[in-house]
């Protein structure tokens, strides 16, 4: 199950983007325009991660954050600001902020910031899986054996690698580059087209259509992920 994150921002431009690029990075996403009502959500949903702005219409961010911890939530909080001064990332740390980003910001920090946060509070992270089945697949990473639909797979060794890692980190954007280091460990004239080729390998193998894969998703410019 890939993480839930709750973004209260009063800009709807800036809603509609995060939303955008966090669902796109496989996290479920909820909103909330204003503190008064993204207090309530935090403190009635389950989420792993609060993207919380400090500048709110009914309850300013910092007081959103402090009622939170008040209530005895550990839930990981990044705050969003257009202020810079040292003084305001202070007080929203002081008060329980885990992370603190100023306005404008990078999307791809601030997606690093997300996962790092995720990572320390111990989500968004399933641990080196086993054994593990989807559709009518059934893998046994530990004695390297795949089938489907009953029927055995031979799949490579970098193949097997490969999937165990992606299903390590189902629901996450993992990069080619990501993949190299941990499957490849770069290896001389090992490319990101190695990657390609057998990421198409493994849908040919475990897809029931390649061409439009349930499973192994490509992300565009940026990698692959594997969708539960």
Partial sequence: MSARILIVEDEPGLVLTLT?????EGYEVESAQDGLSGLRKALEGQFDLIVLDVMLPGKNGFDVCRELRQQGRDTAVLMLTARGQVVDRVVGLKLGADDYLAKPFDPAELTARIEALLRRAGRNTYGPPSQ??????WADFDHGTVTKAGKPVQLA????QLLRYLVEHRGQTVSRERLLEAVWEYSAGVTSRTVDVHIAWLRQKLEDTPQSPRWIHTVRGVG?????
């Fill in 157 to 160: 060794g970098k193949e097997l």
């Fill in 224 to 228: 692959y992920r594997f969708v539960p």
């Fill in 20 to 24: 955008d690029l966090l669902s796109a």
């Fill in 132 to 137: 593990f089945e989807f559709g009518d697949v």
